[in-house]
């Protein structure tokens, strides 16, 4: 079973910043994309920015120039660095990857969310 799990949400006033971090966890073959996602109140969910396991980056026309995605391999790891933060911003945050994993005597993708991280951005 493999398992992600987001971290650091929070409260930020309008202009500043903040960083997730998303680990991925469990018997891991390899992870291909990883993405962010966010879903306000009322709203659907939306793509923020995503990563593919080479490094190639795509973004919401809403948050390009202020947010950037990487990744760690080694850690099964990825980052959401968030700067110049607008109330708009304001949602729970998902993390979003293409796991292939370890079942038994097979490998199979699991395409798996993290549990939600919520980033609130207002003065």
């Known amino acids: 079973q493999v398992q992600l799990v987001e971290s650091g949400g929070g409260l930020v006033q309008p202009g500043g910043s903040l960083r997730l971090s998303c680990a991925a966890s469990?018997?891991?073959?390899?992870?291909?994309?990883m993405g962010w996602y966010r879903q306000a109140p009322e709203k659907q969910r939306e793509l923020v920015a995503a990563i593919t396991r080479g490094g190639n980056t795509n973004y919401a026309d809403s948050v390009k120039g202020r947010f950037t995605i990487s990744r760690d391999n080694a850690k099964n790891t990825v980052y959401l660095q968030m700067s110049d933060l607008k109330p708009e911003d304001s949602a729970v945050y998902y993390c979003n990857a293409d796991v292939f994993g370890y079942y038994g005597a097979s490998i199979r993708l699991q395409k798996s969310w993290g549990q939600g991280t919520q980033v609130t951005v207002s003065s």
């Open positions: 469990g018997s891991i073959f390899t992870i291909n994309d």
